[in-house]
Each structure stands twice: as C-alpha cells, then as structure tokens.
C-alpha cells in the first residue's frame, strides 16, 4: 500500500468500504490516507476504487 502520512480527510460512510450506509466517526477529520494499494505487481485500489475483482483476494486474520 502507498500511504500519504500528510493527506487529511473527513471520515463518512461513502468514504470506506462496507455494507453500511452510516458510521459512528460520521465527520470525523483524520490525517494520513492509502492513496493506492498493490497487489501481485497490480494495482487494485488507484486512491478512489477498488479496481480488482470480487472474491480475487484472501482474508488475513489479525494477529496481534
């Protein structure tokens, strides 16, 4: 992933992606963003959409 340490932006429902319409950090301001993500030598997130296909990624549970 790219990651831009200096961009900020507002925190929204149509900001992140999900399969809700609403969030709890609804206008929150937060700095730092992933501008593009990828993978496999692809990009498959430009900053703006995902750009690769449904189910062509895997689920990596968290380890901490």
């Known amino acids: 992933a790219l990651f831009d340490p200096s961009a ?30 990828i993978k496999g030598g692809q990009l498959v997130y430009d900053g703006q959409q995902v750009l690769s296909e449904k189910g062509s990624g895997s689920f990596l549970p968290n380890v901490w």
């Open 8 to 37: 900020t932006w507002r925190w929204g429902a149509d900001q992140i992606a999900g399969a809700t319409d609403y969030t709890v950090l609804e206008g929150l301001e937060v700095q730092g963003k992933v501008t593009a993500t």
